[in-house]
């Protein structure tokens, strides 16, 4: 499986003219991001701050983002998103430039030597392979010219995977600890459908959209990694089917009615396997597929007894800040958008590391 993660990411890289998966989204809601030539200053944040005083009765912060909700959530996750990266580099600077100390060496030494000369070298079949993997994306570039642009993006990527894993090496050394916490958002998940133990670690919220194609490689995604993880994940599943997609609902009240019968998860990767044959006639042959009883999925479907369900975890859904699918929350940590199998990967470890660090303080 890692060699198919590799393979895929390879062929990303190389492709630079794909572009980046985007998100389901809900109409008029759209990802700005702007940049200022200045620093702007930040308003107080301290709870309990004054921001305003009507008639000498104080509204603070707190007030404030009791009305705000989780409204703020987005702005909150990218702000995380830039310190964590600003701290990423200044945490790999000072690790290179102390091992580059201790060994007497300047800093470029020591990259070429642990960096430069340890990345894995490209071969000729490996760059001939990926331009026979991407015929469009080198049509009207020469052979020999196309092979030898290939081999400079894969030796480019393989040289910044060697230093990041060079850096990793050094960060298990010398026992970084990241102090920075994310933001989390505690998320109702009883009485939803469940996969994984109860008592996993790793607690995976999704809300998805059963014809969204983000969601659908998304759910591959979970599989994967459920795979790598065995038993320390338990997925929870709601619903979020978006305006533009007129099947979603229906199909979320299949997937509830094959729940009512048991099984559920099996019509929910049926949906996703057949997401683009949604209507009624495709419904109940996918519950056949599956061996539900036809006469109570027909029943159930047709009374609309899960309409409700759907409707409440949409509704919730954007309590927490979802506008788009997939959306997800890691042990409360959002992850919106069109996350790669490597970001999942990342928060993951990261959330079983700080569960094994809770479990040997609590022994201590």
């Known amino acids: 499986m890692r060699g198919k993660i590799v393979r895929i990411v390879e062929l990303g890289a190389v492709a630079a003219a794909l572009a980046f998966g985007s998100a389901c989204s809900r109409p008029g809601h759209a990802d700005h991001r702007g ?25 603070t912060t707190g007030d404030v983002d009791v009305q705000l909700g989780n409204r703020l959530l987005r702005v909150r996750v990218e702000e995380y998103a830039q310190k964590r990266q600003v701290l990423q580099g200044m945490i790999a600077t000072a690790l290179l430039e102390n091992e580059a100390a201790r060994r007497h060496a300047s800093l470029n030494e020591l990259l070429d030597q642990e960096v430069e000369k340890k990345a894995r070298p490209v071969t000729d079949e490996e760059a001939a392979a990926v331009y026979e993997a991407l015929p469009d994306r080198f049509r009207t570039t020469a052979r020999p010219d196309a092979l030898r642009s290939i ?27 990241v102090f920075l916490e994310p933001p989390r958002v505690r998320i109702q998940a009883s009485g939803q459908p469940t996969r994984g133990p109860a008592d ?3 607690e995976i919220v999704e809300f998805s ?69 949604l209507a009624r006639s495709d419904l109940t042959r996918y519950a056949a597929d599956i061996r539900l009883q036809p006469a ?69």
């Not at 701050?49 to 509204?59: F, N, Q, R, Y």
């Not at 959209?209 to 599943?237: N, S, T, W």
């Open 296 to 364: 109570k999925f027909a029943a159930c479907l047709d009374g609309g007894g899960h309409t409700a369900d759907w409707q409440k975890d949409r509704t919730d859904g954007e309590k927490y800040g979802v506008t788009g699918t997939p959306a997800l929350f890691i042990n409360g940590r959002p992850v919106f958008g069109a996350a790669t199998i490597q970001d999942l990967v990342q928060v993951v470890g990261e959330e079983l590391e700080r569960a094994q660090l809770a479990e040997n303080n609590h022994v201590r």
């Open 200 to 202: 996993a670690p790793v």
């Open 35 to 59: 940049a200022t030539d200045a620093l702007a200053l930040p308003v107080a944040t301290v709870p309990g701050a004054v921001l305003a005083s009507v008639e000498g009765k104080p509204i």
């Open 209 to 277: 959209d059963f014809q969204c194609p983000y969601c659908a490689q998304m759910a591959r995604m979970l599989h994967e990694l459920d795979a790598q993880y065995p038993g320390k994940i338990r997925l929870v599943f709601r619903d979020f089917p978006l305006p533009m997609h007129k099947d979603a609902a229906t199909a979320a009240e299949a997937a509830a009615c094959a729940g009512d019968q048991g099984k559920y998860w099996e019509m929910h990767d049926r949906l996703f396997a057949g997401q683009k044959n």
């Open 151 to 177: 081999a400079e993006s894969m030796r480019r990527q393989r040289v910044a995977q060697r230093r990041q894993n060079f850096t990793k090496e050094l960060e298990r050394a010398a026992h970084v600890q």
